[in-house]
């Protein structure tokens, strides 16, 4: 069964710092896979996802991602972050059959600290 | 373009009453939609999702239940609630015939007291 795997569960960063978060995938065949952030109290928003193509995508707000097949990861990144960037973020994985729900990570939350 | 409208926003129940969470998406047709309840610590446990009208799959065997009774319309209903039901729920959807992102819509915070 698909799977993800998010390791950690609270991140603390200090503002200006780079930042990276691990997800980890069990799928059988090229995944379809997506980054989201949460705000308290509200739904979730994409960040960027990875279909096929080049292995480094770029999403909004200045995060990054990088897709390697060999270590089933999907770990996003950004270089400085900013207090407002605080926030719960989960990975996705979608199995490749249309109107299959996405499968969710149990989630991030990312602190920053001045 | 498209949006996903989700209420209420906010709603405190009674043990044993009834629920009824409204979800309408404008801007396509004939999307997949989803209901999704988030605990804490938790992430999205899966409710319930639907590829069309009056097809309804449950993923999780509970006191909820959910219809679709129009192409962009999703409910989530319960005729008892219990304790257990409070959280944050949210609705989503995906276009049709793809594998795509969802989008999701601002949430209802459910409190059963």
Redesign the interface.
């Known amino acids: 069964a698909q799977s993800v795997t998010q390791p950690d569960?609270h991140i603390t960063v200090s503002e200006g710092a780079s930042l990276e978060l691990r997800c980890n995938y069990s799928y059988g065949a090229t995944p379809?896979l997506?980054w989201?952030v949460q705000s308290p109290?509200?739904?979730?928003?994409?960040l960027l996802?990875y279909?096929s193509g080049d292995t480094l995508v770029q999403g909004i707000k200045g995060f990054e991602a990088e897709f390697k097949r060999s270590q089933s990861s999907f770990n996003l990144r950004k270089p400085s972050v900013h207090w407002s960037d605080a926030a719960e973020y989960?990975c996705?994985v979608?199995?490749?059959?249309?109107?299959?729900?996405?499968i969710?990570?149990?989630?991030t939350t990312l602190s920053v600290s001045s | 373009s498209q949006t996903i409208h989700q209420w209420p926003a906010t709603l405190v129940q009674p043990v044993g009453s009834p629920l009824s969470l409204e979800c309408t998406v404008e801007g396509t047709s004939n999307p997949n939609l989803y209901w999704y309840r988030q605990a804490a610590g938790r992430g999205l446990q899966l409710l319930f999702y639907s590829i069309g009208i009056g097809q309804i799959s449950s993923e999780v065997p509970q006191n909820l239940s959910a219809s679709r009774p129009q192409d962009r319309q999703f409910i989530l209903s319960s005729k008892k609630l219990l304790l257990s039901d409070s959280g944050f729920y949210l609705c989503a959807w995906t276009r049709t015939g793809l594998v795509t992102e969802a989008f999701f819509g601002q949430g209802t915070r459910l409190t059963v007291v």
């Open positions: 569960i379809y997506f989201y109290g509200q739904g979730l928003q994409l996802k279909f989960f996705a979608a199995p490749n059959q249309a109107g299959t729900a996405l969710f990570g149990k989630g």
